[in-house]
T-cell receptor
Framework: DAGVIQSPRHEVTEMGQEVTLRCKPISGHNSLFWYRQTMMRGLELLIYFNNNVPIDDSGMPEDRFSAKMPNASFSTLKIQPSEPRDSAVYFC???????????FGPGTRLLVL | GESVGLHLPTLSVQEGDNSIINCAYSNSASDYFIWYKQESGKGPQFIIDIRSNMDKRQGQRVTVLLNKTVKHLSLQIAATQPGDSAVYFCAEIPNNNDMRFGAGTRLTVKP
C-alpha cells in the first residue's frame, strides 16, 4: 500500500488566494483526519470524517476553512481566503476505526505570503 | 509569518546510550496514550501505545511507562541509534477520537 497520499507537498500562495489541499486515504480505511501543525501550537486536529461524514469539526479555525469527503478515497481541505497565519504543515491521516490506529500522510507545507 | 515559536525541549545522547523522553498529560480521564516519532519532513509515526490499566509496556527497543498519579508518561529507547533522531511527542485520548498532542521533544543522537 502506498500509504496516505497528500498533494501538493508544498504550496506557496499569496494572501487572499484560495488554497486546496488534497488527501487520498489508505484503501479500506473508514476514518479520515485533517491536522495542522505549527511551531506555536503543535499538532491540532481540525476535522475528522467517519464513513465520509464529518463527525467533529470543532477544530476548524473559522469559516475560511472547509473540508469535504465526497467519497471514501478522497478528501479536500480548502482555505478561502488564505491568510499568512494559515502558514503551517497540514497533515491528513486515515484509520480503520478511530484515532488509535491512524496513519499519517507526509503533509503539505503551506506558506501564505 | 511567525517569528516566535514553541521552543521544543531537546535531548542529545550518544549513540548506544539509552534515551528517556518525558511527557506530562493534562486529563486524568485519559485512558489511552500513544507515542509518536516525527522525522524531518514526514508525518508522525506510531511507536507504541499504552492503556491506563497498565503502567508499563515494552516494544522493540522501546518501553513506555505510565504514572497516573502524577499524570506522567515516559518513553525509553534502548541503545539509541542515529536513525532514532527525530521529534517525539505523546498523545492522550480521553474520549474516542478526542486526541490531544504534547509539544514534543527533539532527540538528537550523536555518532
Amino acid at each position: 500500500d502506498a500509504g496516505v497520499i497528500q498533494s501538493p507537498r508544498h504550496e506557496v500562495t499569496e494572501m487572499g488566494q484560495e488554497v486546496t489541499l488534497r488527501c487520498k486515504p489508505i484503501s479500506g480505511h473508514n476514518s479520515l483526519f485533517w491536522y495542522r501543525q505549527t511551531m506555536m501550537r503543535g499538532l491540532e486536529l481540525l476535522i475528522y470524517f467517519n464513513n465520509n461524514v464529518p463527525i467533529d469539526d470543532s477544530g476548524m479555525p473559522e469559516d475560511r476553512f472547509s473540508a469535504k469527503m465526497p467519497n471514501a478515497s478522497f478528501s479536500t481541505l480548502k482555505i478561502q481566503p488564505s491568510e499568512p497565519r494559515d502558514s503551517a504543515v497540514y497533515f491528513c491521516a486515515s484509520s480503520f476505526g478511530g484515532v488509535e490506529t491512524q496513519y499519517f500522510g507526509p503533509g503539505t507545507r503551506l506558506l501564505v505570503l | 509569518g511567525e517569528s516566535v515559536g514553541l521552543h521544543l525541549p531537546t535531548l542529545s545522547v550518544q549513540e548506544g546510550d539509552n534515551s528517556i523522553i518525558n511527557c506530562a498529560y493534562s486529563n486524568s480521564a485519559s485512558d489511552y496514550f500513544i507515542w509518536y516519532k516525527q522525522e524531518s519532513g514526514k508525518g508522525p509515526q506510531f511507536i507504541i501505545d499504552i492503556r491506563s490499566n497498565m503502567d508499563k509496556r515494552q516494544g522493540q527497543r522501546v518501553t513506555v511507562l505510565l504514572n497516573k498519579t502524577v499524570k506522567h508518561l515516559s518513553l525509553q529507547i534502548a541503545a539509541t541509534q542515529p536513525g532514532d533522531s527525530a521529534v517525539y511527542f505523546c498523545a492522550e485520548i480521553p474520549n474516542n477520537n478526542d486526541m490531544r498532542f504534547g509539544a514534543g521533544t527533539r532527540l538528537t543522537v550523536k555518532p
